[in-house]
């Protein structure tokens, strides 16, 4: 290694924050007191409501400059090396493809965006750029689920049978009220957002039932059909509530239930049933362990463990140590296919019926009476609600995922009989 190559491996990693209130703001905590001192400078931060955020005066005070918009900020600025997006659902696609344009790598949040075909213009635009791109999941970053995929991909367990995972995290008015594109499918521009449990707080979730199944370290497996339950408490325009039954293109059953409408949290569990054994995590332990049928055990440690932006310190070292990127795009995109699919398959979101909502004294908190209870019994057995008799409870349609490139309709527009080109 030469003096040269030393000298730039010392050299910062300069870094632009995009959106630095909700996620964000942990973000730029973690940049600003957790990081060595030389090892990343942050050129910039991008948010149009900056005084919202907890840290907008000591980015102030320390001379970081704050732009509303991310165009300008490369207008008037060198690229960074390393872009990190943490906006709103409906912007991750197009600034990760304004940063890659630019010249930099990009670290977006989860979820990669709102539609099938967002994704593809951001695996389009990175390949372009010869420039990489992680997705913020952070479980597929944790060495419990890498070494769980790695035992998966190896046989270890069989073939896999059903997975199945539940979550629940009561929120509150105050959560839906917090901007204007929580718990809606749209912006007022036209925008798809399909903000919900599935495609929000919940997204970690979902994505790794695909994730550990995918075919390699860095794919997950796809979903060929998908039927969903969605339902609302809260007076929102999508759902707050979902239970969906998925079958990946090799025939795996996933079994997806969340909800915002309990009155106590539930954190994510997850039994993950194979020819040879059984994964569980968070019912009797906060450790991920396989239990083989002749009666062994093997223990993986828990997914949360480490850092909760372990993300954020892995992209800033892949920038000066290349790697493979172990949640990319194509790995990312099997959940935003699942939410189309979800929002295809049950168009009207059922509300729940008036005599089971219950609300706190200042009305800010909703939930839905014995739903927790309905759930949980509804996780045990791998059925659905509409399956388990609920009178509340009704299924969708069985949406054909195998071919499907656009949302909404599943094909892409100039494929449409009688559609122009």
Known sequence: ????Q???EREPVSVVLVGIGGMGSHYLNTLLEEFRPGEIELRAAVDPFPRRSEHYHELKNSGVPIFDSLDKFYEESQPPELAVISSPIHYHVPQSCEALRSGSYVLCEKPLGATIQEAERLIQARDKARRWVMIGYQWSYSAAIQALKKDILAGLF???IRLKTICLWPRSMDYYQRNDWAGKKKDEAGSWILDSPANNAMAHFLHNLFYVLGEQVDRSARPAQVAAEIYRAYPIENFDTIACRVFTKDGAELLFYASHAVPRELNPQFSFEFEKATTTYGEISDEVIASFRQGKEKHYGSP???????????AVAIVREPKLILCGPEAACSQTMCVNGIQESAPEVITFPEAMVQQNENKKRYWVKGLAEAFYDCYQKGVLPSEAGFSWARCGN????HNYQFFPGGIRPEKQEGQKT
């Open 1 to 4: 290694m030469t003096k040269s």
């Open 6 to 8: 030393k000298g730039k």
């Open 158 to 160: 069989g073939k896999p």
């Open 304 to 314: 949360d463990a480490g850092h909760p932006l372990h993300k954020l310190f892995e």
């Open 398 to 401: 069985s949406i054909d995922l």
